[in-house]
């Protein structure tokens, strides 16, 4: 009942050892060895989250917003055409992966030279764009200390035919980018869905569709979504666009959507990459309409963007063509939130930046994004690498019947079971499963007792005192007589006729030994 | 006011004024007759179909279209999943039709308040349609509806709501004009196969296209310029039609509802929905609005002329009488009794003569239907299934299949529309019971009065693909139909009464684009065969029943409609016919008195005549203004005169 010794990257890191070391350095097992070594090899990566979403969903928007600078070209019409790999490192560098193999590197590349080859440019050139695979650009970012962050043109199922009509329109091949597509969303530990505002709970019917269609990869552990687009419901009869969308988020989510995201935020996308980037003449331009305009014209004037920018409007202080830009790039919520914070008394950039981020629902998504991808990325990759390994090894096994192959099959055979032995060692794993049963449905607990399961299985934090939902100043005393008491009740619900069995009765055992080590580690003395 | 709506409400005043002379006159038939086509012309309506995906801002184009704030409930969670239609009512009537799961064909009616609307029709009020909603009806004394208007909201559609596309795609057929809602997002893919689609059924009209796309939200944007340009290359590309041709409405419906509420002519500016109603308007006369006043107008001058003819024959033996001219009395005596024996004989052989034409006029649109089905089925043999793309994605083969088959039946139905109206004027001139007017013949032929009953194609051998005709629960009138597919199951229904001839075909379709969605199961299960010939082979097969069931569905509409259709011709031409020798009649019998009268008499009767035949007179100058106004009202464009002008022009 203990996860032996080290970090759980440690011990990945020595049963990936030891099963390659089990296999022979035979061809017909060159599949698999590679496997393990790639999986070994990457495993101390950071975790890869992948924006996934229709056409025009928000999601280079939202890269940007989330990446803290403009990376991704963005537009009113379709513009990703190649996938995008961002990632931390020391030093800035581009490198182009090439459909055809191999790879070119840009040393100190521009955002430019990026976009050049992402992007639908005004004189880019399909055929060029085409030949790519996917694009890798490490630089120095604090935001990505936690996670990788992958921008797609748009992703398979429900997704697919949007995009890959969005690419034919622009003379692009839509085979290859399916393909793509797939890869990527393999690559990916991690999927955020960026929904643009709901359109009818029908048409989150059909994400639970794509969710299903692709089986172990996104389970609600590891999605979360983003409800875009929040700023287009901005009108002057309704300013808080985010607390409508929060609304809107929670009913979805207890329509069902729990079921298949971890959590659903509203972002106000724009306005979070406004905050990214906003330049000093933008921030003088916002100055001068708050402090020089009257609020009440301002309101009235924003409200219509087709007429904000026009120069016509000749109440405002700043010049219609800057206006329309301004417009563009906020939109009616973030001018008309960004003049209040200017008249409320923020006085630089920076502040004001600061603040955009924090009210555009962005700094709430990213610290989401780092709480729990972060926090669980080791066990998330960890059962990415059990299912991709059991799955190769299947397919070795099935390529080596026969005498002949009788002892390299009883390696491969060794090195799976080091791997599945690694699922039955580690507590972690089955308490993200219990995590997943949850939301998927498959627990017949109360409600109550659904929440205190989760909680005790880590998934609001795994602190002693998260895990048992007790207050910071809970003294060990209180902590160790919370989990007997709770220990006592799970023992309770085993022993009652519909906990014993299935789903449910393999849930309360794993409540029951997250207790257990809990107890363990809070009095040390008691079990050694 | 639209131009419509003016010549249409002078139209309605010339039908008052001459059942008022009918009246007079005691000429019963040609009273009931124009009471008939005045309640025609008043009933009739211009049916807008407006289709888009959900959340493009439908709910709120047709609030501020309609200038009724709050009408159609603006909610997160609104999908409309049921068609709802607006029209004129004198008081405002929100009807709720319920099915009766006890009772498939029956309907439950039920009145509500505009206020609980939302209970029926948003997700959040009625979650999956728990309340089983069919169709709402909404009347409305909004006088942008009065003129017959008629507003069909349809549900949206989108990649798997395969039954809700179904039943939007059901009544486009039978739609004067389409108004696709788009908003400030680009158009993706499922917008566009919808959009081919419904290009196919409203390209089909003589009088041109009756596309119309409407770009809303523009107030969301800064600039318009990009989107409108990436929108309207899509449009181009879906349509076939140059850029500069497609029809593409910027609009705002926020700032027209702020000219609603606040009357700032700004606002309404910057909506641009003056651009709208003229497009949407001009493209109902096109349409629509003219075909109606043209027969509206026949009417009038055929009824017209009925009632002068016993007049001017009283007034020419009157004169007679005065002057002592013996022979000129006798002979205008003969010669009415002649006309009236001659109508009263008839000419037996027109019946017959009638019905042939008719039946060589369906079986010509049942080849013209079949031949097309034949060659969309050629056409997935020799091309699609040699495409290994479609081989692989059976959704976008299908998709493909019903684009091409709309476009082909809109072309019979089309056939069949314009045929039975042009038999029906041939025959009433054969009869000498078609107007004269000089400039009528320039409008189009008055179409075939709705066909009584309806018919039901298959229902009893094909429990698995209906259409069924409901009726009301309470008066047993028939107030729509639904079309069931799937086992029996009714997935989706359209509950509109198709307007005009070709309401059978408009039921194929609807059939045959129900039979495609039901067998698309064995489609997906046929692509994932290995080997390309499998594929092949096994789409080839999960489509072949329904190439045949479709083929079956056209041979029995064709069948069991018809002598329908003749019968409705010749019930037509036999009133008129009635009317004319009712006409006859009553010159005779007001011929041989004025013979017998003293002179004082006469003078009296001449000088009462002057009073009696003005108003008609006048009525006459009017009708035959109108005919000339109508004729100028929004001319037909018709592509390739359009073309064959532009290459006049080119030429030295």
């Known amino acids: 009942m203990t996860d032996g010794p080290g970090t759980l990257r440690d011990r990945v890191d020595a049963a990936l050892g030891q099963a390659i070391a089990y296999l022979p350095r035979d061809k017909t097992v060159a599949d698999l060895r590679h496997l393990l070594e790639d999986h070994r090899r990457r495993f101390p990566a950071p975790m890869r989250v992948a924006l996934v979403g229709r056409v025009s969903a928000g999601k280079s928007t939202l890269a940007n917003a989330l990446l803290g600078g403009r990376f991704a070209a963005t537009g009113r019409t379709e513009l990703t055409y190649n996938v995008n790999w961002f990632r931390n490192a020391a030093t800035a560098e581009l490198t182009i992966h090439y459909k055809a193999g191999g790879a070119e590197r840009v040393a100190q590349p521009t955002v430019e030279a990026l976009i050049a080859r992402t992007a639908r440019g005004r004189d880019g050139d399909p055929r060029f764009l085409a030949t790519i695979d996917y694009l890798e650009f490490a630089h120095p970012n604090a935001r990505l200390k936690a996670f990788d962050l992958i921008d797609t043109p748009g992703l398979e199922s429900v997704y697919v035919a949007d995009s890959a009509n969005a690419l034919r329109f622009l003379g692009l091949d839509e085979e290859g980018v399916r393909v793509t597509n797939a890869q990527h969303t393999e690559r990916a530990n991690a999927v955020v869905h960026v929904l643009p505002k709901p359109s009818s709970a029908r048409e989150y019917a059909l994400l639970g569709d794509f969710l299903s269609a692709a089986p172990g990869k996104t389970t609600p552990v590891k999605a979360v979504g983003a409800l875009t687009k929040i700023e287009d419901e901005w009108s002057p009869d309704q300013c808080d666009v985010m607390a409508a969308g929060r609304v809107l988020a929670k009913r979805l989510m207890d329509g069902g959507m729990n079921r298949k995201l971890y959590d659903l935020r509203p972002v106000a996308g724009l306005v979070g990459q406004a905050a990214a980037t906003l330049t000093t003449e933008e921030f003088d331009d916002l100055c001068a309409l708050a402090l020089r305009a009257d609020p009440a014209t301002l309101v009235r004037q924003v409200k219509y963007g087709n007429r904000f920018g026009r120069a016509d409007s000749r109440e405002l202080p700043v010049p219609p063509q800057r206006r329309g830009s301004l417009f563009d790039r906020l939109g009616a919520f973030g001018i008309t939130l960004s003049c209040d914070l200017i008249r409320g008394g923020v006085a630089d950039r920076d502040t004001l930046c600061g603040e955009l981020f924090e009210r555009s629902g962005l700094a709430a998504f990213h610290r989401l994004l780092v709480d729990h991808f972060g926090a669980r990325a080791d066990l998330i990759k960890l059962q990415d690498v059990i299912a991709d390994v059991e799955a190769q090894a299947e397919k070795s096994v099935a390529a080596l019947r026969g005498p002949a192959g009788a002892r390299t099959r009883i390696a491969v055979e060794r090195a799976r079971a080091e791997m599945i032995q690694m699922a039955y060692r580690e507590r972690g794993l089955d308490e993200l499963d219990v995590v997943h049963k949850y939301y998927a449905g498959e627990l017949s607990f109360s409600e109550t007792d659904a929440q205190e399961a989760l909680r005790i299985v880590g998934e609001h934090g795994t602190s002693p005192r998260q895990r048992l939902g007790l207050p910071p100043i809970a003294s060990t005393a209180e902590l160790i007589a919370s989990a007997h008491r709770a220990r006592r009740h799970w023992a309770m619900l085993i022993d009652s006729p519909d906990g014993r069995g299935g789903a449910t009765g393999g849930a309360c055992r794993v409540v029951q030994r997250s207790l257990d080590a809990l107890i363990e580690e809070l009095s040390p003395s008691v079990s050694r | ?652």
């Open chain 2, 1 to 652: 006011m639209s131009a419509y709506d003016a010549l249409r409400q002078e139209a309605l005043s010339l039908f008052g004024e001459l059942a008022a002379a009918a009246e007079q006159s005691a000429a019963a038939k040609t009273r009931r007759r124009l009471e008939d086509a005045r309640r025609q012309l008043a009933d009739a309506r211009l049916m807008v179909v407006v289709c888009g995906e959900f959340k493009r801002g439908k709910s709120s184009l047709l609030n501020a279209l309609l200038e009724e704030s709050g009408l159609f409930p603006v909610d997160n969670y609104y999908a409309t999943s049921l068609t709802t239609s607006v029209m004129y009512g004198p008081e405002e009537d929100i009807t709720v039709r319920l099915a009766d799961p006890e009772a498939p064909d029956e309907v439950e009616e039920r009145h509500v308040e505009r206020a609980d609307l939302a209970q029926y029709v948003t997700e959040s009020g009625n979650p999956d349609n728990a309340k089983n909603v069919q169709h709402v009806s909404i009347e409305l004394p909004n006088p942008r509806l009065a003129s017959g208007l008629m507003l069909v909201d349809t549900p949206g559609f989108g990649g798997t709501f395969a039954a809700h596309t179904a039943a939007t795609r059901a009544i486009l057929p039978g739609a004067h004009a389409i108004v696709f809602v788009v908003d400030k997002e680009p158009m993706n893919e499922s917008e566009r196969r919808f959009l081919r689609e419904a290009a196919r059924a409203a390209g089909a009209g003589r009088d041109g296209d009756a596309l119309i796309c409407v770009l809303t939200k523009i107030d969301l944007l800064s600039d318009t310029a990009e989107i409108i340009a990436n929108t309207r290359a899509k449009l181009a590309a879906d349509t076939g039609l140059p850029e500069d041709r497609v029809t593409l409405v910027p609009v705002s419906s926020r700032a027209k509802l702020d000219y609603v509420a606040g009357g700032d002519e700004e606002d309404l500016r910057d909506s641009n929905f003056a651009e709208l109603e003229r497009v949407l308007w001009s493209t109902l006369a096109r349409r629509q609005a003219r075909v109606l006043l043209s027969a509206a107008l026949t009417d009038l001058d055929l009824s017209a002329r009925a009632l002068l003819e016993p007049l001017e024959a009283e007034d020419e033996a009157l004169r007679a009488r005065l002057t002592d001219d013996a022979p000129g009395l006798e002979s205008a005596l003969a010669g009415r009794r002649d006309r009236v024996s001659e109508l009263e004989t008839g000419d037996p052989g027109w019946r017959d003569n009638l019905y042939n034409q008719v039946l060589s006029l369906a079986t010509k649109v049942q080849e013209t239907a079949l031949f097309g089905i034949d060659a969309v089925w050629k056409r997935l043999d020799e091309k699609y299934l040699d495409d290994d793309e479609l081989l692989d994605d059976p959704v976008r083969l299908v998709g493909l299949l019903r684009e091409d088959l709309v476009g082909e039946l809109a072309k019979a139905k089309r056939e069949l529309d314009e045929g039975a109206a042009g038999l029906q004027r041939r025959f009433a001139r054969i009869n000498a019971v078609d107007s004269d007017l000089p400039g009528i013949r320039a409008l189009p032929d008055p179409p075939v009065p709705e066909v009584p009953a309806l018919p039901r194609p298959r229902a009893a051998d094909q429990p698995s693909e209906i259409v069924r005709v409901w009726k009301s629960k309470k008066t047993g009138a028939r107030i729509g139909m639904s079309i069931g597919m799937a086992a029996g199951r009714t997935v989706f229904t359209v509950t509109l009464p198709i307007p005009g001839a070709g309401s059978w075909l408009g039921m194929g379709i609807g059939g045959a684009l129900g039979g495609l969605v039901g067998s698309a199961v064995d489609l997906v299960a046929a692509a994932r065969t290995v080997t390309r010939e499998m594929k092949q082979n096994e789409l080839r097969k999960a489509l072949k029943p329904w190439y045949t069931r479709q083929r079956n569905e056209i041979k029995d509409c064709v069948h069991s409609s018809w002598q329908e259709f003749a019968t409705a011709i010749a019930a037509e031409v036999d009133s008129r016919l009635a009317q004319a020798l009712d006409s006859a009649q009553d010159a005779a019998r007001r011929v041989d008195l004025a013979g017998r009268c003293t002179a004082d008499e006469a003078r009296t009767r001449q000088a009462e005549l002057v009073v009696e035949r003005t108003p008609i007179d006048r009525a006459l100058g009017q009708i035959a203004g109108l005919v000339q106004a109508v004729g100028e009202f929004a001319p037909p464009r018709r592509v390739d005169e359009d073309e064959s002008a532009q290459r006049e022009e080119r030429k030295p």
